[in-house]
């Protein structure tokens, strides 16, 4: 067998290691069983399905039909953007509340596209905003502050 598609073959290995990364660290919690289920029980069966999907992907680079391709150089700019973002959203979360924080993260972390547009990542970031109201706060009901805090929420 020769590896061909290089990109899905490493693409593939990844997955397979965040997902036994993952269902090993859930295997720390309770699991429960599937009628009753504990907080290990989701993150464990999406890490097995993870390193499945992921053992799919690396093994279907190896067969003869599959497309040829090289891994491109890794960009580290785009990765520290994305990194930092989503950091330093975790750091303004509570000063700045969801909305503002979603809209941030979505709006600056689509600096790092190639075809970077500020309209389609303004309107992106509005409608993940409202997504998570819709999803979170009204439909989970958890409790997140909302609204920057010096507007006194």
Same mark, same amino acid.
């Given at each position: 067998?020769?590896? @061909?598609? @290089?990109?899905?073959?490493?693409?593939?290995?990844?997955?397979?290691?965040?997902?036994?990364?993952?269902?090993?660290?859930?295997?720390?919690?309770?699991?429960?069983?599937?009628?009753?289920?504990?907080?290990?029980?989701?993150?464990?069966?999406?890490?097995?399905?993870?390193?499945?999907?992921?053992?799919?992907?690396?093994?279907?680079?190896? @067969?003869?039909?599959?497309?040829?391709?090289?891994?491109?150089?890794?960009?580290?700019?785009?990765?520290?953007?994305?990194?930092?973002?989503?950091?330093?959203?975790?750091?303004?979360?509570?000063?700045?509340?969801?909305?503002? !924080?979603?809209?941030?993260?979505?709006?600056?972390?689509?600096?790092? !596209?190639?075809?970077?547009?500020? @309209?389609?990542?303004?309107?992106?970031?509005?409608?993940?905003?409202?997504?998570?109201?819709?999803?979170?706060?009204?439909?989970?009901?958890?409790?997140?502050?909302?609204?920057?805090?010096?507007?006194?929420?």
């Amino acid at each position: 067998m020769q590896l @061909k598609n @290089k990109q899905d073959f490493w693409s593939g290995i990844m997955f397979v290691v965040l997902g036994v990364g993952f269902a090993l660290g859930a295997t720390e919690y309770s699991m429960g069983t599937a009628a009753r289920m504990g907080p290990g029980y989701f993150p464990f069966w999406l890490g097995v399905l993870l390193a499945l999907l992921g053992g799919y992907v690396s093994l279907s680079s190896l @067969k003869p039909s599959a497309e040829a391709t090289e891994v491109g150089r890794f960009d580290w700019p785009i990765l520290l953007i994305i990194v930092g973002t989503v950091a330093g959203v975790g750091v303004v979360f509570d000063a700045l509340g969801v909305y503002i !924080s979603i809209f941030l993260l979505v709006f600056i972390s689509s600096i790092a !596209s190639h075809q970077f547009n500020w @309209k389609v990542a303004a309107i992106t970031g509005i409608c993940m905003a409202l997504f998570t109201w819709a999803a979170f706060i009204k439909g989970l009901g958890l409790i997140f502050p909302q609204w920057p805090s010096f507007l006194g929420n």
